[in-house]
């Protein structure tokens, strides 16, 4: 399992996203500016014990909640870059 910080730092990596702190810093959401979907946010409730959700209502390969959110708690690094590049994706699309 990734570290928080591993994960925020490949979160990071994607130009396109914006990192925000919520609940008086004790997570972190990403969001898309150039969402055509409803809402931006792609990652979010990232927290210190690595635990956090991407957005995954417009894609249908993934185990989703009921909410449309795919757990990331247990992705290594090549899965989480797929999935987070793949939500930038579906988010891309009109």
């Not at 810093?25 to 409803?38: A, D």
């Not at 797929?82 to 009109?94: D, G, H, L, T, Y």
Request: hydrophobic fraction near 35%.
């Amino acid at each position: 399992m990734l570290s928080f910080e591993h994960k925020r730092e490949i979160l990071r990596s994607f130009p396109e996203l914006r990192e925000e702190s919520i609940s008086n810093g004790r997570f972190v959401n990403f969001t898309f500016s150039g969402s055509k979907k409803p809402g931006r946010t792609v990652a979010r409730e990232l927290y210190h014990s690595g635990n956090g959700f991407v957005c995954g209502r417009y894609m249908e390969d993934y185990l989703t909640d009921a909410r449309g959110w795919i757990n990331i708690k247990n992705f290594k690094e090549a899965e989480l870059r797929e999935v987070v590049s793949r939500s930038i994706a579906s988010m891309s699309k009109p």
